[in-house]
């Protein structure tokens, strides 16, 4: 495996002695991060692009990691535990094609203190926001009203309902999972969350989304 590189701007990179046997040596320890870096553009520019790695976890609950097309290091461990991650065949595989590579946790976080990343990290967030239908101007006191009862719960998408029934994760990371996983879910799992979500970001995704479909 090839050390990871890290581009700490668009023009410059530096390299750091960390990939997969380091990221296995710290899967236990919650407080260092899997960073990766999206490199499609590296493999074929011509399809170079946001890349997607359903991952299946250890309970056999599916997902998705979204990374964006950027140049900076995501933490993609926020979305699904760590381990999950590693094990994956799917993520092994992006790896190896070289769609995507590793990075040294450190480096990856003081590269995302620079004036350029914070501000490629502000439009990744509003690239996302406009993906799940929410925007600065979204008002949240026009929220969507519905009486309309929940179908039987195995019409409700199983992602949505860990998700949401869950109790160890983050409010940051059950919305990581709403939000990387919108393609995937219908009206009536929208009226599940917008009923059943304790976060206001979430029951407001919700209402939008609902808002469209009606």
Do not use: H
């Amino acid at each position: 495996m090839s050390s990871s590189v890290l581009s700490t701007s668009k023009n410059t990179s530096t390299k750091g002695k960390y990939g997969l046997s380091e990221a296995r040596r710290d899967v236990g320890d919650a407080a260092i991060p899997l960073y990766v870096l999206n490199v499609s553009s590296k493999r074929n520019k011509r399809l170079a692009g946001v890349v997607n790695i359903p991952i299946t976890t250890d309970r056999g609950n599916s997902f998705c990691i979204v990374i964006p097309k950027t140049w900076i290091p995501i933490a993609i461990d926020q979305q699904v535990a760590k381990k999950d991650i590693i094990d994956s065949t799917n993520f092994l595989s992006m790896i190896n094609k070289g769609i995507i590579e590793i990075v040294d946790p450190m480096l990856a976080e003081e590269s995302l203190n620079t004036i350029d990343a914070i501000a490629e990290i502000d439009k990744i967030q509003q690239d996302q926001l406009r993906i799940a239908g929410l925007d600065d101007t979204f008002n949240p006191n026009e929220g969507y009203e519905d009486e309309t009862p929940v179908d039987e719960p195995q019409s409700v998408s199983p992602i949505a309902m860990e998700a949401l029934t869950r109790e160890d994760i983050s409010a940051s990371e059950r919305y990581s999972i709403i939000r990387n996983n919108t393609e995937m879910f219908d009206a009536n799992t929208w009226k599940y969350i917008a009923s059943n979500a304790k976060e206001q970001k979430l029951i407001e995704m919700a209402s939008q989304f609902l808002k469209k479909s009606s």
